[in-house]
């Protein structure tokens, strides 16, 4: 990626900002049109699709859309002895950009709904089951980015890892936060998407874990291609630099 590195938090914070915006503020509209929680997942769950795939493909090019500290970390470590990868410094950048960008979408949402600014969520989602669901959508979400890349086919992360999320919404107990960011910038709105701040340590350390889990797939499953002075192992670190006769790999949520 040609892109300064404050360029590139830029984009991950205005990224993580709109995807939070995006699925707190279809959350609040979905309780003031219907009773029906199963409507509401549904309208909330199809705006984060939407919403996902527009933001990977219009930031892609310039951070790689990451928006997650897990993609971000779990980039770091497999690509951290390569010349393009992520350097500390990046992360150092990355990870704060994406925090604050996930609170800032928030407040925006409420202020658009009229809603409490900056309420903290009584949203409880303390269960072990709800955990086991977070490392399951975590793992399934670094094993779809890395998997892509490993397979030269990056170009379909847009619509892949749109597609993952939005199903991950109904097959997890948890609906899949999968994304440490998110998960703190909505404990600050008390609506629909909350999530009370005494359940967001155990989401992050489950995401965290699911993440390790989706990177032992990832090298179980995918052979690593080489050639000759490069290696695409997993998603590079510019955020990520393929040989130039393979697509730009980009990455969620």
Known sequence: MSASLGRRALAEA?????????VVGSGIQATELTDDVGVQLLANSL????????????????????FNPVVTLAAWFTDRR????????????YLPAQTAGAIGGAVLADAMFAEPLLR???????AGHLWLGELVATAGLVLL?????RTGRAQLA??????????????????????????IGRALTD??????PASVAPFIVAQL???????????????PVHQPGRTLSSPTANPNSPPPDLPRPERHP
């Open 14 to 22: 205005v990224g993580s900002a709109a995807l939070v915006t995006v």
């Open 47 to 66: 705006a984060t699709v939407f919403g996902l795939g527009v933001l990977i493909a219009l930031f892609g090019p310039v951070s790689g859309a990451h």
């Open 82 to 93: 390569t010349p393009d990868g992520l350097t500390l410094r990046d992360l150092a950048a």
């Open 120 to 126: 903290w969520s009584t949203h409880d989602r303390s």
């Open 145 to 149: 980015v890395f998997g892509l890349t």
């Open 158 to 183: 847009p619509a892949a890892v749109a597609s993952y999320i939005g199903a991950a919404y109904w097959f997890t107990s948890s609906t899949s936060f999968a994304n440490p960011a998110v998960t």
């Open 191 to 196: 609506t629909f998407a909350g999530i009370a």
């Open 209 to 223: 874990a699911g993440g390790a889990v989706g990177l032992g797939l990832v090298a179980a499953v995918f052979t």
